[in-house]
């Protein structure tokens, strides 16, 4: 199983970003995906998931209406959009899926938000 993350970089506040997840070694059609972040100093949080179809999505409360999690099962790709970004936004951003009892992680993203 490989997570390969990109798309992150150094944004503005109030700006956008799109992250991608291309993923390899699995099924990716049959798991529901995950975006994680971590800020500096901080614990490792939940972002979203999105169901193995991509007709239903979860977001934790302070994203809600700015990020938004898709994908696309013939790419074996998840993305994160992010809008209307914060400096509080900052964090490397993981993906994530869960196969059985076993959890695999992608290397990271890093975001910045920053003027």
């Known amino acids: 199983v490989q997570l390969v993350e990109s798309g992150g970089g150094l944004v503005q506040p109030g700006g956008s970003l799109r992250l991608s997840c291309a993923a390899s070694g699995f099924t990716f059609s049959s798991y529901a995906m995950r975006w994680y972040r971590q800020a500096p100093g901080k614990e490792r949080e939940w972002v979203a998931t999105?169901?193995?179809?991509?007709?239903?999505?979860y977001y934790t409360d302070s994203m809600k209406g700015r990020f938004t999690i898709s994908r696309d099962n013939a790419k074996n790709t998840v993305y994160l959009q992010m809008n209307i970004l914060k400096p509080e936004d900052t964090a490397v951003y993981y993906c994530?899926?869960?196969?059985?009892?076993?959890?695999?992680w992608g290397q990271g993203t890093q975001v910045t938000v920053s003027s």
């Open positions: 994530y899926v869960a196969i059985s009892s076993l959890k695999y």
């Open positions: 999105i169901i193995s179809s991509g007709n239903t999505a």
